[in-house]
């Protein structure tokens, strides 16, 4: 003890302080958050886990006592996944059963299901029309378009792609395919719902 804090060592090096605030450092003799490690070289590491086969791990970020709380951890619902949960009540310290969101030990990404069987997977019960997936271009005029991408590698295939119109008040869906790498335009369908091939304005053709 001294200083106001509190140390800890081993063969006669400090490892641990808890400073004046009640900070607690690891590795740093001035903590400045909470909890504080820092290592002299490499890569700081943390590990949690449960040696029981059936057993897995989380972190709790607790807000305040109104509003439900954030879980992360692995293999607590599902073997092999990094999991996200909330707490199943306001302030509550219990996981869900369900993760809000994981990714399974092949890598794929579930949002409101436990078992993804796409790189990407979206689940929710429907009972109203609704938006499950929304792409939005916060700022792009007239004639910009903002796009969803097919690409083998480096290489772009196909475009679906949505473009401004009518002074950002109107939209026009558009369809890109590519013959030797560079998507091009092949169809389009306006804002006035006219599907127009070959051309992008009605009366013309490309």
């Known amino acids: 003890h001294n200083g106001d804090s509190l140390r800890f060592a081993t063969a006669n090096s400090e490892r641990l302080r808890i400073d004046s605030s009640g900070n607690v450092g690891i590795g740093t003799s001035s903590p400045s958050v ?23 791990s989380y972190t709790n970020y607790h807000g305040a006592s109104g509003t439900k709380t954030w879980f992360v951890g692995s293999n607590y619902n599902v073997g092999g996944a990094l999991e996200f949960w909330q707490s199943t009540t306001n302030g509550g310290t219990t996981p869900g059963s369900t993760p809000a969101m994981l990714i399974d030990s092949s890598g794929q990404v579930g949002i409101g299901t436990s078992s993804p069987d796409t790189l990407l997977t979206l689940s929710k019960a429907v009972t109203t029309s609704e938006h499950l997936l929304s792409l939005n271009g916060t700022s792009f005029g007239d004639g910009e378009t903002i796009y969803q991408t097919f690409k083998r590698g480096s290489v772009h295939l196909a475009k679906i792609g949505v473009e401004a119109a009518g002074a950002g008040q ?3 869906l558009v369809f890109e395919t590519a013959s030797s790498g560079t998507a091009v335009e092949r169809l389009r369908i306006d804002s006035s719902g006219r599907l127009l091939v070959g051309t ?7």
């Open 200 to 206: 992008t304005t009605e009366g013309n053709s490309n």
């Open 170 to 172: 109107a939209g026009e």
């Open 34 to 56: 909470n909890l504080d490690i820092v290592v002299a070289s490499g890569t700081a590491k943390q590990k949690l886990g449960s040696s029981s086969v059936s057993g897995g």
